[in-house]
């Protein structure tokens, strides 16, 4: 066989195993080769490009980033226009509109719907011809957008070459690029650690990365694509229900919406809605709404469009999650901890569902990073449950009499000093308990739901109690006599009854509850329940060192520290006496037995496992004692190394060391013999 032959189906081979690799990786997040096996196909198809570089195609994966920057973007007419959606904000117009759908078609059945997250992206459309990926570009106008192919080669889960077979010799697709939360995220540190400017949220930092001329910022940027329709097709037949074109675009190497989902009826798509907007804020990506699709293509082609949108098709709209309004003031709060949080007083406005008139500014670095002076026109998020937030300033709105915020240096409260430890953000009062809002917040903390949860005992009746002179410390809640109580104002002699009941009642609590309870710095309720399972008694936990604290799940080495630092303060150790004194008590919480039989062993986890996750296979071994390190040094008891990779650095250094090493296989058995993993 002549020689350019072989080289020619080696090249084949290999684009086609790092493409199916590829997809393995971004597209179905289930990878079955170690990252070290792909780099090295990689490089060899590299090295035979560089000796035969008249066989490069343009489907190899080495092909992802062009080398010349672009002067401009060439325009692109859409063969069929990308149409926008019509929008609904409520139960009654999504009726609406399935009412009209019923109407046209002539029938009061029910419409099986297709149910998909609104992208918060860029709509980009691809075109394949027989399979390889020709052209990629924007929406624009609808009718015509840009030529931005060598800007979408870089993302990694679009497919340069279609996978498998079926697909039409013509096949334009179209979707949405975004930026996943934890890349926005990532990308804008970076910047932040460079002192450039970032971006305002993930959907501008998208634009902005496919907007670049040169391919290679867009290659460096964490952009993903998910597959949404087909715009047109020649050739070959596409599945009559829209879900199950996704499922073939799916199969042709697409990454489509997981919580894609039909449902038969407009009931289901309010049951999708409602269940989706619980779920948005953990999705990975922004969404600003549900798109809820005829899934019948059929039906769709009877139902035809409406000047710009199609009838068949509408998106349910979330409450916009930031809105535009006037900072008119700004406050300085003192939390629990004596954290110092400058707090913005804005002019009310609706966003993400209520009225807004209050918004955090962080801290003084976030002033800065803002830029941000009173009287600024300002964007203001609120997503989910979180504190509405302060996101960006409108510069171009700045009046001529806006004024600096200027961070005080002496706490609002007590006016004691504001300090700023160093390698810290936050600001905090040097007051400690000296200080009444640290006092009343300390307070607030003890009696909520979480915590004593004592009833009938809310924020304003503690500020009250505190500025009465009637409280000190949460000691001396159970102090307090119902006819005191009683003269409060908006009191009286029931409700201060109720109140003294319900102090009485929350004296036998638990330990996890006391622990929350007494507010330590990093301690939340999972971590005061893992502290209180791991040591069983108060009297256990105090005399714990910070190495014994972090055998604690999910207790590092700053929790530790904190708690710690807690219990060796004098103060705070009289507190917890004088509550007990007061009666509060709790039951000890019996230890289950531990076994620690690698205590003292120091493991190394390398490399890509198959059956169980690194992260699972680490925490196991510090269940049974072991302590997991990070880099091979002579203190390593062993080097567990997963994929079988020989070459791989910290498996040689073992090796050179004389320490021992054991396959994944080798350790899932041992995690089994052990008994923390069922084999
Ligand atoms: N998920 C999804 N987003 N989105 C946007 N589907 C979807 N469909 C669209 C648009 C503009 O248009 C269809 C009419 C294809």
């Given at each position: 066989?002549?020689?350019?032959?072989?080289?020619?189906?080696?090249?084949?081979?290999?684009?086609?195993?790092?493409?199916?690799?590829?997809?393995?990786?971004?597209?179905?997040?289930?990878?079955?080769?170690?990252?070290?096996?792909?780099?090295?196909?990689?490089?060899?198809?590299?090295?035979?490009?560089?000796?035969?570089?008249?066989?490069?195609?343009p489907?190899?994966?080495?092909q992802r980033v062009g080398e010349a920057p672009l002067?401009?973007?060439?325009?692109?007419?859409?063969?069929?226009?990308?149409?926008?959606?019509?929008?609904?904000?409520?139960?009654?117009?999504?009726?609406?509109?399935?009412?009209?759908?019923?109407?046209?078609?002539?029938?009061?059945?029910?419409?099986?719907?297709?149910?998909?997250?609104?992208?918060?992206?860029?709509?980009?459309?691809?075109?394949?011809?027989?399979?390889?990926?020709?052209?990629?570009?924007?929406?624009?106008?609808?009718?015509?957008?840009?030529?931005?192919s060598l800007n979408?080669r870089t993302?990694?889960?679009?497919?340069?070459?279609?996978?498998?077979?079926?697909?039409?010799?013509?096949?334009?697709?179209?979707?949405?690029?975004?930026?996943?939360?934890?890349?926005?995220?990532?990308?804008?540190?970076?910047?932040?650690?460079?002192?450039?400017?970032?971006?305002?949220?993930?959907?501008?930092?998208?634009?902005?990365?496919?907007?670049?001329l040169d391919p290679k910022?867009t290659a460096?940027?964490?952009?993903?694509?998910?597959?949404?329709?087909?715009?047109?097709?020649?050739?070959?037949?596409?599945?009559?229900?829209?879900?199950?074109?996704?499922?073939?675009?799916?199969?042709?190497?697409?990454?489509?919406?997981?919580?894609?989902?039909?449902?038969?009826?407009?009931?289901?798509?309010?049951?999708?809605?409602?269940?989706?907007?619980?779920?948005?804020?953990?999705?990975?990506?922004?969404?600003?709404?549900?798109?809820?699709?005829?899934?019948?293509?059929?039906?769709?082609?009877?139902?035809?469009?409406?000047?710009?949108?199609?009838?068949?098709?509408?998106?349910?709209?979330?409450?916009?999650?930031?809105?535009?309004?006037?900072?008119?003031?700004?406050?300085?709060?003192?939390?629990?901890?004596?954290?110092?949080?400058?707090?913005?007083?804005?002019?009310?406005?609706?966003?993400?569902?209520?009225?807004?008139?209050?918004?955090?500014?962080?801290?003084?670095?976030?002033?800065?990073?803002?830029?941000?002076?009173?009287?600024?026109?300002?964007?203001?998020?609120?997503?989910?449950?979180?504190?509405?937030?302060?996101?960006?300033?409108?510069?171009?709105?700045?009046?001529?009499?806006?004024?600096?915020?200027?961070?005080?240096?002496?706490?609002?409260?007590?006016?004691?000093?504001?300090?700023?430890?160093?390698?810290?953000?936050?600001?905090?009062?040097?007051?400690?308990?000296?200080?009444?809002?640290?006092?009343?917040?300390?307070?607030?903390?003890?009696?909520?739901?979480?915590?004593?949860?004592?009833?009938?005992?809310?924020?304003?009746?503690?500020?009250?109690?505190?500025?009465?002179?009637?409280?000190?410390?949460?000691?001396?809640?159970?102090?307090?006599?119902?006819?005191?109580?009683?003269?409060?104002?908006?009191?009286?002699?029931?409700?201060?009854?109720?109140?003294?009941?319900?102090?009485?009642?929350?004296?036998?609590?638990?330990?996890?509850?006391?622990?929350?309870?007494?507010?330590?710095?990093?301690?939340?309720?999972?971590?005061?329940?893992?502290?209180?399972?791991?040591?069983?008694?108060?009297?256990?936990?105090?005399?714990?060192?910070?190495?014994?604290?972090?055998?604690?799940?999910?207790?590092?080495?700053?929790?530790?520290?904190?708690?710690?630092?807690?219990?060796?303060?004098?103060?705070?150790?009289?507190?917890?006496?004088?509550?007990?004194?007061?009666?509060?008590?709790?039951?000890?919480?019996?230890?289950?037995?531990?076994?620690?039989?690698?205590?003292?062993?120091?493991?190394?986890?390398?490399?890509?496992?198959?059956?169980?996750?690194?992260?699972?296979?680490?925490?196991?071994?510090?269940?049974?004692?072991?302590?997991?390190?990070?880099?091979?040094?002579?203190?390593?008891?062993?080097?567990?190394?997963?994929?079988?990779?020989?070459?791989?650095?910290?498996?040689?250094?073992?090796?050179?060391?004389?320490?021992?090493?054991?396959?994944?296989?080798?350790?899932?058995?041992?995690?089994?013999?052990?008994?923390?993993?069922?084999?």
């Amino acid at each position: 066989m002549p020689d350019t032959f072989l080289t020619e189906s080696r090249l084949q081979e290999l684009r086609q195993q790092l493409n199916y690799h590829n997809y393995r990786y971004y597209v179905l997040d289930d990878p079955n080769i170690p990252d070290a096996e792909y780099d090295r196909l990689y490089a060899q198809l590299q090295q035979l490009e560089q000796q035969h570089p008249h066989l490069i195609s343009p489907d190899s994966p080495t092909q992802r980033v062009g080398e010349a920057p672009l002067s401009a973007f060439d325009q692109v007419a859409h063969e069929v226009p990308m149409l926008s959606l019509d929008n609904a904000f409520d139960d009654e117009e999504l009726e609406d509109f399935n009412r009209r759908l019923q109407d046209r078609l002539k029938s009061t059945d029910d419409i099986e719907f297709a149910c998909e997250p609104k992208l918060d992206g860029i709509a980009i459309s691809l075109l394949y011809r027989e399979g390889l990926l020709v052209r990629g570009a924007t929406r624009g106008d609808g009718t015509t957008g840009e030529d931005i192919s060598l800007n979408v080669r870089t993302i990694p889960s679009i497919p340069l070459r279609l996978l498998g077979e079926g697909f039409p010799p013509l096949l334009e697709v179209r979707g949405e690029i975004y930026m996943p939360k934890k890349g926005f995220d990532e990308l804008n540190d970076k910047a932040r650690s460079a002192g450039e400017k970032t971006f305002v949220n993930p959907r501008n930092a998208a634009a902005g990365s496919l907007r670049q001329l040169d391919p290679k910022i867009t290659a460096s940027r964490p952009l993903e694509m998910c597959a949404y329709s087909v715009g047109w097709s020649e050739g070959g037949d596409l599945p009559e229900r829209h879900t199950d074109v996704l499922e073939a675009l799916h199969g042709w190497g697409f990454l489509i919406n997981p919580e894609m989902k039909a449902v038969a009826n407009i009931q289901g798509c309010i049951d999708y809605y409602r269940a989706l907007a619980q779920k948005r804020e953990q999705l990975a990506y922004d969404i600003d709404g549900i798109v809820f699709k005829v899934n019948h293509r059929g039906l769709q082609e009877r139902l035809g469009f409406v000047s710009r949108a199609p009838r068949w098709a509408i998106a349910y709209k979330f409450p916009a999650q930031e809105e535009m309004t006037l900072l008119k003031d700004v406050e300085f709060q003192v939390g629990r901890t004596g954290a110092i949080t400058p707090v913005a007083r804005l002019e009310p406005v609706f966003v993400g569902g209520v009225t807004v008139s209050n918004a955090t500014l962080h801290n003084r670095d976030e002033i800065d990073r803002l830029g941000v002076k009173v009287k600024d026109t300002v964007i203001v998020r609120r997503a989910g449950d979180v504190i509405p937030q302060v996101v960006s300033v409108v510069k171009a709105k700045r009046p001529t009499d806006a004024t600096e915020i200027v961070f005080p240096d002496h706490c609002p409260v007590c006016e004691s000093p504001v300090e700023t430890l160093p390698g810290e953000v936050v600001a905090r009062c040097s007051g400690g308990l000296i200080c009444g809002a640290q006092r009343k917040e300390a307070i607030k903390h003890f009696v909520s739901r979480k915590a004593l949860d004592i009833d009938g005992l809310g924020d304003k009746l503690v500020e009250q109690l505190v500025d009465e002179g009637l409280i000190d410390s949460v000691a001396d809640l159970y102090k307090l006599e119902a006819e005191t109580v009683a003269g409060l104002e908006r009191m009286g002699a029931k409700s201060a009854d109720n109140l003294i009941a319900a102090l009485e009642a929350s004296k036998q609590t638990s330990l996890d509850r006391f622990l929350y309870a007494l507010g330590i710095r990093e301690v939340g309720e999972a971590t005061a329940r893992g502290l209180s399972r791991h040591f069983g008694s108060l009297p256990a936990l105090m005399d714990a060192s910070e190495e014994q604290l972090q055998k604690v799940d999910d207790v590092g080495p700053v929790v530790a520290h904190f708690v710690a630092e807690f219990f060796q303060q004098p103060h705070n150790l009289e507190a917890v006496q004088a509550l007990q004194d007061a009666g509060v008590y709790w039951p000890d919480v019996e230890v289950e037995a531990r076994e620690e039989p690698l205590e003292g062993k120091t493991y190394v986890v390398t490399g890509s496992f198959s059956t169980i996750k690194r992260n699972d296979a680490k925490k196991m071994l510090q269940d049974l004692g072991a302590k997991v390190a990070g880099s091979v040094s002579a203190k390593t008891h062993c080097v567990v190394v997963g994929g079988g990779a020989t070459n791989n650095s910290k498996y040689v250094k073992a090796q050179e060391l004389g320490i021992d090493t054991m396959t994944e296989e080798q350790l899932v058995e041992m995690l089994g013999e052990y008994g923390v993993l069922e084999v």
